[in-house]
T-cell receptor, first 112, second 114 residues
Framework: QKEVEQNSGPLSVPEGAIASLNCTYSDRVSQSFFWYRQYSGKSPELIMSIYSNGDKEDGRFTAQLNKASQYVSLLIRDSQPSDSATYLCAVNLSGNTGKLIFGQGTTLQVKP | GAVVSQHPSRVICKSGTSVKIECRSLDFQATTMFWYRQFPKKSLMLMATSNEGSKATYEQGVEKDKFLINHASLTLSTLTVTSAHPEDSSFYIC??????????FGPGTRLTVT
């Protein structure tokens, strides 16, 4: 089992819709979770971090964490064509190495 | 967010030569930096963890003699690809750890070995 799993997609949504991206992880002790956005040919950009169970909202983005079920999700409201990118879920390994394990990413396509 | 720069952004070199890539944290001090490589349409692969003033910790399967990492100061880490070969062609990205476990990425260096 991969440590961090994401559906590679592509996930296609119409402009203005809600995009829902999901991620599961295997290490029960993980405490820190991140969502990165990566445009084609560019490096990843941190868009959300979440550490506690529940929801965390930032503008059009909402991260949701459920440690009991070992999943973390990202909702993008009012999706725009500029949101089209690959979204990477990252999980901090237990311990204090600071290392993040990345999922393979979900490609999101927002169609005008 | 924290700003991380990388230089060069793109480099083409001949097989057998060495290439140095610099990673700098511009507005903060980073005790830990990370080096990744990414092949087209693939996820990030962690190569090594670089700690200021100490030897880098390499991931399994990464040749430390081929990928030399130096973290001489709290704002600079370098990756040198020695005796590069075409199979080393890739997108190399560094990141710096800020507070907690957040990592901010540099813009990446696209290496092409001919």
């Amino acid at each position: 089992q991969k440590e961090v799993e994401q559906n590679s997609g592509p996930l296609s949504v119409p402009e203005g819709a809600i995009a829902s991206l999901n991620c599961t992880y295997s290490d029960r002790v993980s405490q820190s979770f991140f969502w990165y956005r990566q445009y084609s040919g560019k490096s990843p950009e941190l868009i959300m971090s979440i550490y506690s169970n529940g929801d965390k909202e930032d503008g059009r983005f909402t991260a949701q964490l459920n440690k009991a079920s070992q999943y973390v999700s990202l909702l993008i409201r009012d999706s725009q064509p500029s949101d089209s990118a690959t979204y990477l879920c990252a999980v901090n390994l237990s311990g204090n190495t600071g290392k993040l394990i990345f999922g393979q990413g979900t490609t999101l396509q927002v169609k005008p | 967010g924290a700003v991380v720069s990388q230089h060069p952004s793109r480099v083409i070199c001949k097989s057998g030569t060495s290439v140095k890539i610099e990673c700098r944290s511009l507005d903060f001090q980073a005790t830990t930096m990370f080096w990744y490589r990414q092949f087209p349409k693939k996820s990030l692969m962690l190569m090594a963890t670089s700690n200021e003033g100490s030897k880098a910790t390499y991931e399994q399967g990464v040749e430390k003699d081929k990928f030399l990492i130096n973290h001489a100061s709290l704002t600079l880490s370098t990756l040198t690809v020695t005796s590069a070969h075409p199979e080393d062609s890739s997108f190399y990205i560094c990141s710096a750890r800020v507070d907690g476990y957040e990592q901010y990425f540099g813009p990446g260096t696209r290496l092409t070995v001919t």
